[in-house]
């Protein structure tokens, strides 16, 4: 019988949009206090499935930067750790990812790259 996290990861790819985004802000809740049991998800998972774990993950902000790294097995889970940590604040995660320059610079190249942007003055600006 899969587990509360397992039932909620699995809704990302077989029900309706709406009840997935309720399903991935529980899954964010959870995250709190389960990040390394729901990254651990992030390797073997789908694409739909993968997007609700790492929006969860990034919005708990509750994740071991190791594990994030041991998620990247494929450019598609590569791309997801970038967003992961890419939207965490600059200040708390610069001295720490080095191990991440060292094991995929190019995925470093690109949280940096978020970081910038997010940075940026420009970054909320609206079009009237």
Same mark, same amino acid.
């Given at each position: 019988m899969p587990n509360r996290r397992d039932a909620l990861i699995?809704?990302?790819?077989?029900?309706?949009?709406?009840?997935? !985004? /309720?399903?991935v802000r529980a899954l964010r809740k959870i995250s709190e !206090? /389960?990040?390394?049991?729901?990254?651990?998800?992030?390797p073997s998972s789908v694409e739909d499935q993968r997007a609700g774990i790492a929006w969860a993950i990034s919005r708990s902000g509750n994740f071991v930067l190791?594990?994030?790294i041991r998620t990247m097995v494929d450019d598609d889970a590569r791309r997801w750790a970038a967003y992961i940590l890419g939207i965490q604040d600059r200040e708390s995660y610069i001295g720490k990812i080095e191990a991440l320059r060292n094991r995929d610079p190019e995925v470093y190249f690109a949280?940096?790259?978020l970081w910038k942007i997010i940075g940026s003055w420009i970054y909320k600006t609206k079009e009237y």
């Open positions: 699995q809704t990302f790819t077989e029900l309706t949009e709406p009840i997935r !985004i /309720e399903a !206090i /389960e990040s390394t049991n729901i990254i651990s998800k992030l190791d594990d994030l949280v940096t790259v």
